[in-house]
């Protein structure tokens, strides 16, 4: 069991076929996700193409993730709790100015991502739309959005089969009003065999 402290993120290597559980222990925990083909970082994760493909925006149990050159990256096997985001884009030291008027240092995924993914090369820039694992975020007919506490339980996960062999950062949300006003941590195991 690998534990992501709170506020806080990672990177790693995950081969193809090999699973991913992504466990949310104490329950109303945000988790970002992004991913990039490990033999060819200019291949990455697409909210696009992932929405237009698998006709949702409420990506779950058996949906695939896609990649910006329409290649499927990983597809959820379980979801434990349903409700995810594919819209926002990570909170970032700008979120927290602009949208909160917080003019302190205050941690984000953004940073978070892109610090533990500067090993491999990939820069800032390169940050695409994470998959925000137990973000629950709802919308209006008439488009307007809210960010509410997650659904999810102590215990809650999703599990994900590898399509290709993947470089993945994952966090443990920073953003006061996506994770319930506390921060927890986010827990991951890696499973080679079938589960
Ligand atoms: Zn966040």
Redesign the pocket.
Known sequence: MNIIKKQSGTAFKLFKGQKLKVIDPEGMQ?S?MVLFNANDIGEKLSSGKTLDFEETILVSTNNYLWSNRCNQMMQIIMDTNGRNDFLLA??SPETFKIMYKFDDYHP??FENLYTNLAPYGIKPDDIPTAFNLFMNVQFDQDGKIKVLPPTSKAGDYLLFEAKMDLIIAL?A???ED?NGGTFKPIHFEILDELV
């Open positions: 945000v970002d990570p909170c984000s995924c966090t949300c920073s953003a996506s």
